[in-house]
């Protein structure tokens, strides 16, 4: 199957096109879709427009109000919950962030889903595939359809208690105020409770085995574990950023991964010099 990402303008940071080029390396096709052509993008990835898939306007429709100082990195992360949806929708292929690092391949059966637990409660949003005739699009497309982007799937105490508090006390806010996650890992949880389908989610071991802080051992050159080694471990969602312009520290999962993967990168590809 075919990965697929979204990245909205620029340049792409080196750890990003190292995760690109780790797709590319284990056989992948990969397109990126953006609205303008991004910088920093290994040969072999196609670089295709985001607008026929979602509309560029939803990142402004998707700005927090209450919030406000959230809006630019948070209306990115909102629009790319949407996007990938939508791309399922469309039967693009199966959707990556760009943070996540591959150390093997691995198959994907098209009529099914494909997602994991990234922990004891939570399915990850970063390695996400819905079938285009699965219930939960159809929830998103009532999102798409309503004015304020209001999820319908929200809990009592987030969809009603709190903009009921908000509105006595005059103050004015957005759906996206009630969390960065809205439309991402705690929609895609909900709804796979929902419509029974929970039980085609990988394990954590997959493709976070490493969860939030745990990434930082991706960079730590003292790191005994060897997690690229393991058959079972597909993937890592490299959560934490870390000087990811740096050439990485010898004998770290980063320094191994760069070795392996280097040949993929752009030729003018950029790294710091370690401190």
């Given at each position: 199957m075919k990965l697929a990402s979204f990245w909205h303008s620029g340049r792409i940071h080196n750890l990003g096109a190292l995760c690109l080029a780790s797709w590319l390396e284990n056989g992948f096709e990969v397109d990126l879709y953006a609205f303008e052509p991004p910088e920093n993008v290994p040969d072999g990835v196609t670089v295709k427009d985001a607008e026929p898939v979602l509309s560029a306007a939803y990142v402004d429709r998707l700005k927090p109000i209450l919030h406000a100082h959230r809006a630019g990195p948070q209306s990115i992360a909102n629009?790319?919950?949407l996007f990938r949806i939508r791309m399922m929708e469309l039967d693009l292929?199966?959707?990556?962030?760009?943070d996540i690092l591959l150390f093997r391949p691995f198959?994907?059966?098209?009529?099914?889903?494909?997602?994991?637990?990234?922990?004891?409660?939570?399915?990850g949003s970063p390695v996400f595939y819905l079938p285009k005739d699965s219930p939960m699009i159809a929830d998103y497309n009532r999102v798409y359809d309503?004015?304020?982007l209001m999820p319908h799937w929200l809990g009592w105490r987030r969809r009603v208690l709190k903009p009921l508090v908000w509105r006595l006390q005059g103050k004015a806010f957005s759906p996206r105020d009630l969390g960065i996650t809205i439309y991402g890992n705690d929609a895609f949880t909900q709804l796979a409770k929902t419509h029974g389908l929970t039980k085609y989610a990988l394990g954590t071991k997959p493709f976070y085995i490493w969860n939030g802080k745990e990434t930082e051992r991706f960079y730590d050159p003292a790191e005994p574990s060897r997690i690229d080694e393991d058959p079972e471990v597909l993937g890592l969602h490299v959560h934490h950023k870390i000087n990811?312009?740096?050439?990485?520290?010898?004998?770290?999962?980063?320094?191994?991964?760069?070795?392996?993967?280097?040949?993929?990168?752009?030729?003018d590809i950029v790294w710091e010099d370690a401190v």
């Open positions: 629009f790319s919950d292929g199966l959707w990556l962030d760009t198959d994907v059966d098209s009529s099914k889903p494909f997602f994991a637990w990234e922990d004891s409660h939570r399915i309503d004015p304020d990811i312009h740096r050439r990485p520290p010898e004998g770290s999962l980063f320094a191994r991964a760069l070795a392996r993967y280097e040949h993929r990168l752009p030729a």
